[in-house]
T-cell receptor, first 115, second 109 residues
Framework: DARVTQTPRHKVTEMGQEVTMRCQPI?????VFWYRQTMMQGLELLAY????????DSGMPKDRFSAEMPDATLATLKIQPSEPRDSAVYFC?????????????FGPGTRLTVL | QKEVEQNSGPLSVPEGAIASLNCTYS??????FFWYRQYSGKSPELIMS????GDKEDGRFTAQLNKASQYVSLLIRDSQPSDSATYLC?????????FGPGTSLSVIP
């Protein structure tokens, strides 16, 4: 049963703390996306990778957010230091990146609350 | 103008009716279009992809694309209460996929 997995599913932390979210893409998928979803802003693209190389992170606040793919089976999104406005659901999605399309398959999300 | 626009709804239809969801996009160069369904508290789930002008049918779902009008729609026939969800339109812009704000659909038994 191929699916994207994310850990942790829920995270409550205090302002100023470091938060690391992890994603395991579907085996064989070469593209990984990080999104943030809030009621006000909807689904926002933060960063994405193809073949482990970062292609676009323009949606990410550079001073506090970082995204990496240390290997093909793991993508990480880190926030340091976290702020209450970072409270949101963070989704990872993976796909087979082609020039014709980007069908994406989403993980269950990490619900982050920063107090 | 936002890159991908949808009516936020909520759209309410009676059970058994046809639900029609609409999406417009700004970039004439877009080539790939997607519809995702998101139940409350869950992640988006891909339900349809369409790449060419015209209609594409999959079960009770039909996606319609008109590139000249920069318009893509999703029709749900014989709507069921289980179709109640938010429907997200997504459009390929260059190397990125941009999501619309979503339309909330409520199917009334």
């Amino acid at each position: 049963d191929a699916r994207v997995t994310q850990t942790p599913r829920h995270k409550v932390t205090e302002m100023g703390q470091e938060v690391t979210m992890r994603c395991q893409p579907i085996l064989g998928h070469n593209t990984v996306f990080w999104y943030r979803q809030t009621m006000m802003q909807g689904l926002e693209l933060l960063a994405y990778f193809r073949n482990r190389a970062p292609l676009d992170d323009s949606g990410m606040p550079k001073d506090r957010f970082s995204a990496e793919m240390p290997d093909a089976t793991l993508a990480t999104l880190k926030i340091q230091p976290s702020e209450p406005r970072d409270s949101a659901v963070y989704f990872c999605a993976s796909g087979l990146g082609t020039s014709g399309g980007n069908e994406q398959f989403f993980g269950p999300g990490t619900r982050l609350t920063v107090l | 103008q936002k890159e991908v626009e949808q009516n936020s709804g909520p759209l309410s239809v009676p059970e058994g009716a046809i639900a029609s969801l609409n999406c417009t996009y700004s970039d004439r160069g877009s080539q790939s279009f997607f519809w995702y369904r998101q139940y409350s508290g869950k992640s988006p789930e891909l339900i349809m992809s369409i790449y060419s002008n015209g209609d594409k049918e999959d079960g009770r779902f039909t996606a319609q694309l008109n590139k000249a009008s920069q318009y893509v729609s999703l029709l749900i026939r014989d709507s069921q209460p289980s179709d109640s969800a938010t429907y997200l339109c997504a459009v390929n812009l260059g190397n990125k996929v941009i999501f619309g704000p979503g339309t909330s659909l409520s199917v009334i038994p």
